[in-house]
């Protein structure tokens, strides 16, 4: 039953670069737009529990939800750069390295041999999923022979993209506080992060947009999957968490193929089949573990 739940976020934000990219606008548009379907989330999580609202809940909530905005506002830059599909099992499998590292090094939470072993092939497997499922035909490249700067924009956002996310988890799972309290104030400090965002990169005007209300939606679907990730952290730990919660790629690839409509040859489409396996075997056996 705890694996189950630590897999309802990946449904849900394996399906969040199709809906965004359904629903369209820009990055800043997206992220404000998301980040505001969160706090509407994080009010309605709160309504319904009450939880206890400490000051440790405030901090450690409204730093990781900083740190979650760069994650994300970068990952939506990097989509518009190199598309989704390229985007999220590369940030992904840099997302599972991190959080996996953090969780056995910093939290202890693979106690015994068997666990780092069978834990240590898990992530190795999905990392390796993850590579695959971007790794681009050769004779598809010279498609994009004046995509060099779009590549170069894409990952350095991926990069920060990468740290943002680690330390978004990191920060709640060190603070130890309740999963249904730091909810909202999490989903105000990525608002804060997002606005920042807007200003620092002069695209504020865009903000009161169609797209940015839309995407309100992105955010509720996001918000869902962080409430269940933080709330199956406690019983099976955050290498294991974060990383069931990743395997939504799955979904996130194969949808941006065949609803979004990129463009995939049949050598890369056999990359995607196989990576995709491994991602669901490394996920099981992540599984295995609790």
């Known amino acids: 039953m705890v694996v189950l739940i630590a897999l309802i976020p990946a449904l849900a934000w394996g399906s969040i670069g199709l809906i965004s990219g359904k629903l369209g606008g820009t990055p800043t548009q997206q992220t404000l737009g998301m980040t505001s379907g969160a706090v509407l989330f994080g009010l309605l999580t709160w309504f319904i529990y009450h939880p206890e609202m400490t000051g440790k809940v405030w901090i450690s909530g409204l730093l990781s939800g900083l740190f979650w905005s760069i994650g994300q506002s970068q990952q ?87 740290v943002g996310y680690v330390l978004y988890t990191i920060i709640v799972n060190y603070a130890n506080v309740n999963a249904k309290a730091v909810v909202l104030p999490q989903a105000i400090g990525m608002l804060a992060g997002a606005v920042i965002f807007a200003l620092i990169t002069n695209s504020g005007q865009d903000v009161l947009k169609k797209a940015s209300y839309k995407n309100i939606i992105t955010g509720l679907v996001w918000g869902t999957g962080n409430l269940f990730m933080f709330l199956s952290i406690p019983a099976v730990g955050l290498a294991i968490s974060y990383s069931l919660a990743q395997s939504g790629i799955v979904i996130s690839t194969f949808g941006s193929i065949f609803l979004l409509g990129e463009k995939k040859t049949s ?18 056996l992540l599984g295995s573990l609790k």
């Open 76 to 162: 939506f830059t990097s989509m518009k750069a190199i598309g989704i599909s390229k985007t999220v099992p590369i940030s992904t499998g840099l997302q599972l390295a991190g959080n996996a590292l953090a969780g056995v090094l910093l939290f202890h939470e693979w106690k015994t041999g068997h666990m780092i072993i069978v834990g240590t092939i898990a992530v190795i497997v999905l990392i390796a999923g993850a590579a695959l499922t971007s790794l681009r035909d050769r004779a598809n490249i010279s498609d994009s022979a004046s995509g060099h700067d779009d590549v170069s924009a894409g990952a350095r956002a991926i990069a920060f993209s990468t």
């Open 267 to 284: 050598k890369e489409m056999v990359y995607v089949i196989l990576g995709s396996i491994l991602v669901i075997v490394g996920s099981a």
